[in-house]
C-alpha cells in the first residue's frame, strides 16, 4: 500500500532552534496535512496544504506542499518547550476519495 | 463550536469479548472515519462513514465494524476481541467540500486494552 517516509523519527534540540522534518512518497498526494499529538490525545491539526508548491503558515510554523507532489516539509522557527510532541504528515493520495495516509512521526523534545 | 467527542476514554476487555466505541463529530460535519494508532503500526486507516454510508475501507478484519446515524454520530465495533486489538482509536470529522473532505479533526479517542 501507499506509505509515508517522515524523517527524522526524533529530534532532540535547544530551545530557541529551528526545527525542519519533511514526508515523502513515492506516489502523488493531493493533500498534505501536519499534525501534533501529545500524550493520551488525539492529533491536532496545524497545516493543510492543497495546492504543489504551497507554502502555508501558522505562527512559527510554516509548511510546504512540493511541487512534485510527493513530499511535504514542516519548518518550526525559535522552538519553544511546549513544542514537544509527535507530529505527523498525512497526505490524501491522487484519486483517493479522501483516507488519509500517515507518516509514521516526529518526535520532538526541547531542551529549556 | 465544540470538538470530537468520542466515549469511553478508557476501556478494559478480555480476549473474545466485543466492544463498542461512540464518536459524535462536530456539528455540521457529516463525514467521520476512524483510526487505529499502535506503537508499531502507527495510524491506520479502519473505515469512512459520510450520510451513514460506509465510503471508505482500509484494510482491516470483518472483526472491525461501524456505523453512521441520521446525526452523523458514529460508532465502531470490535468482535472477538484479540490482544492485537489493544490501541488508541481515533475518530475525526470533517466537512467536505467538492465531493472530498481534506481537513481532518480529532477527538482524543478511546484506549482500548484488551488482557
Known amino acids: 500500500g501507499q506509505q509515508l517516509n517522515q524523517s527524522p523519527q526524533s529530534m532532540f534540540i535547544q530551545e530557541g532552534e529551528d526545527v525542519s522534518m519533511n514526508c515523502t512518497s513515492s506516489?502523488?498526494?493531493?493533500?498534505w496535512l501536519w499534525y501534533k499529538q501529545d500524550p493520551g490525545e488525539g492529533p491536532v491539526l496545524l497545516i493543510a496544504?492543497?495546492?504543489?508548491?504551497e507554502l502555508t503558515s501558522n505562527g512559527r510554523l510554516t509548511a510546504q506542499f512540493g511541487t512534485t507532489r510527493k513530499d511535504s516539509f514542516l519548518n518550526i522557527s525559535a522552538s519553544i518547550p511546549s513544542d514537544v510532541g509527535i507530529y505527523f504528515c498525512?497526505?490524501?493520495?491522487?484519486?483517493?476519495?479522501?483516507?488519509?495516509?500517515f507518516g509514521k512521526g516526529t518526535k520532538l523534545s526541547v531542551k529549556p | 463550536k465544540a470538538g470530537v467527542t468520542q466515549t469511553p476514554r478508557y476501556l478494559i476487555k478480555t480476549r473474545g469479548q466485543q466492544v463498542t466505541l461512540s464518536c459524535s463529530p462536530i456539528?455540521?460535519?457529516?463525514?467521520v472515519s476512524w483510526y487505529q494508532q499502535t506503537p508499531g503500526q502507527g495510524l491506520q486507516f479502519l473505515f469512512e462513514?459520510?450520510?451513514?454510508?460506509?465510503?471508505n475501507k482500509g484494510n482491516f478484519p470483518g472483526r472491525f465494524s461501524g456505523r453512521q446515524f441520521s446525526n452523523s454520530r458514529s460508532e465502531m465495533n470490535v468482535s472477538t476481541l484479540e490482544l492485537g486489538d489493544s490501541a488508541l482509536y481515533l475518530c475525526?470529522?470533517?466537512?467536505?467540500?467538492?465531493?472530498?473532505?481534506?481537513?481532518?479533526?480529532f477527538g482524543p479517542g478511546t484506549r482500548l486494552t484488551v488482557l
Open positions: 475525526a470529522s470533517s466537512f467536505p467540500t467538492g465531493g472530498f473532505y481534506n481537513e481532518q479533526f
Open positions: 506516489s502523488i498526494f493531493n493533500t
Open positions: 496544504l492543497y495546492k504543489a508548491g
Open positions: 498525512a497526505g490524501i493520495p491522487g484519486g483517493s476519495q479522501g483516507n488519509l495516509i
Open positions: 456539528s455540521g460535519h457529516r463525514s
Open positions: 462513514y459520510f450520510s451513514e454510508t460506509q465510503r
